[in-house]
């Protein structure tokens, strides 16, 4: 009888042993998610604090916006062989060549033209929480139908109502003084278009621009170290045109850009691509 009353004894206490240590362990667990969740909360409030307290009109932010974006977009980017102008394009119509057919930017809305041309632009609105919205903005709105006011006003509404939202990266300050050297103001004309004023887009075709003009068609510089491009010369006609050739003297192509801007690009054999 003394070792069942032992054994009974000894049972219950083993019990409310376990029954201690069970509530610590929930306990202890408990402070640990507590303790993770306000770490997170932390870190959080740290990251949105940082986005808040920068300065979002800085060459700093502008450099960080054009690497972010052109990235974003499969582009590469050099400072060695790029310029940017900034402006601030808020209340100035979207469409500048009809003006009257446009919706405006919202309030806030910046712009960054890259020199050359073929470099790119970025129109943006800041988020302040470390992203931006990026407008799709035609560089040149070399479509005729831009003249035409329902288009204007149907395409331009479009273009404000669907941005793109790009996530800003994360840039050491070397990297970025790196690019503050190359960022410039814009005047007002500057502010209307990247790289022209209303009077260029008139211009005719000169042996000074018809290099630019194929590189805005391209998209990107003539790539000179894989091909060897001639003199541009102008035909009886007024158009202009210049082939060039592989580092082997081969023809590789050609380029004729008529009087009105529009580029015909053809290949080795004559054929337009």
């Known amino acids: 009888m003394i070792l069942s009353a032992c054994d009974i004894n000894i049972n219950t206490g083993s019990g409310e042993d376990s029954k201690d240590t069970s509530k610590q362990d929930q306990h202890n667990n408990n402070r640990s998610s507590n303790d993770d969740q306000t770490k997170s909360n932390n870190e959080t409030s740290s990251d949105n604090s940082n986005s808040n307290s920068e300065n979002i009109n800085s060459p700093e932010h502008y450099a960080k916006v ?9 582009g590469n980017v050099d400072p060695s062989n790029t310029e940017i102008t900034h402006a601030d394009v808020s209340g100035k119509a979207l469409n500048p060549y009809n003006e009257s057919a446009s919706v405006t930017f919202p309030n ?7 020199t050359p041309t073929a470099a790119g632009q970025v129109i943006y609105k800041d988020n302040n929480d470390g992203t931006v919205n990026i407008y799709d903005v035609p560089s040149h709105f070399q479509d ?6 329902e288009y204007s006003k149907n395409q331009s509404n479009n273009i404000l109502n669907n941005p793109k939202t790009v996530k800003l990266k994360d840039f050491s300050q070397s990297e970025l003084d790196n690019w503050v050297p190359v960022i410039s103001e814009s005047n007002e004309s500057q502010a209307q278009d990247s790289s022209e004023s209303d009077s260029d887009k008139d211009t005719s075709v000169t042996r000074k621009n018809v290099i630019d003009i194929v590189e805005e068609y391209e998209g990107h510089s003539l790539n000179t170290s894989q091909y060897t491009y001639k003199e541009p010369e102008q035909s009886d006609d007024g158009d202009w045109g210049f082939s060039f050739t592989d580092k082997n003297g081969d023809l590789a192509g050609s380029y004729i850009i008529d009087q009105d801007r529009n580029v015909t690009k053809y290949d080795e054999d004559g054929e337009p691509e």
């Open 66 to 74: 054009w690497i972010s974006v052109i990235e974003n977009n499969g």
């Open 108 to 114: 806030g809305t910046q712009a960054l033209y890259g």
């Open 144 to 149: 005729k139908r831009w003249d035409e006011d």
